[in-house]
């Protein structure tokens, strides 16, 4: 199994930007399509963006389309969630999620699908 830490969270004002990172360990990063989910307070977690095992293919929700990139660096075990143009209503607790799946197994969008969960960060956008 991989264990997944993130970070990168905080406090921004509105248009800022923000850099989530997400390390995994023991098992290798590689081996799992990666998807950001988020969950503001009174709301349902909701997908943000996934990235293939190679990083080769990406989906986003309509919110991050445009603003949002996800990206990782196999050889660092990590993944990225590079936030621009950030807006109060992306203010939520971001997690990171490992889905094991075959190389040329699509991309998931539902959270269910994904094996292991990291314990969140809290990003917060300021009007």
């Known amino acids: 199994q991989v264990r997944l830490v993130e970070s990168g969270g905080g406090l921004v004002q509105t248009g800022d930007s923000l850099r989530l990172s997400c390390v995994g360990s023991?098992?290798?990063?590689?081996?799992?399509?990666v998807g950001w989910f988020r969950q503001a307070p009174g709301k349902e977690r909701e997908f943000v963006a996934a990235?293939?095992?190679?990083?080769?293919?990406?989906v986003y929700a309509d919110s991050a389309k445009g603003r949002f990139t996800i990206s990782r660096d196999n050889s660092e075990n990590t993944a990225y969630l590079q936030m621009n143009s950030l807006q109060p209503d992306d203010t939520a607790v971001y997690y990171c999620?490992?889905?094991?799946?075959?190389?040329?197994?699509?991309?998931?969008?539902?959270?269910?699908?994904?094996?292991?969960w990291g314990q969140g960060t809290q990003v917060t956008v300021s009007s």
């Open positions: 023991g098992r290798t990063l590689k081996m799992y399509g």
């Open positions: 990235i293939s095992r190679g990083g080769g293919n990406t």
């Open positions: 999620a490992a889905k094991s799946q075959i190389l040329t197994a699509p991309l998931s969008t539902v959270d269910q699908e994904y094996n292991f």
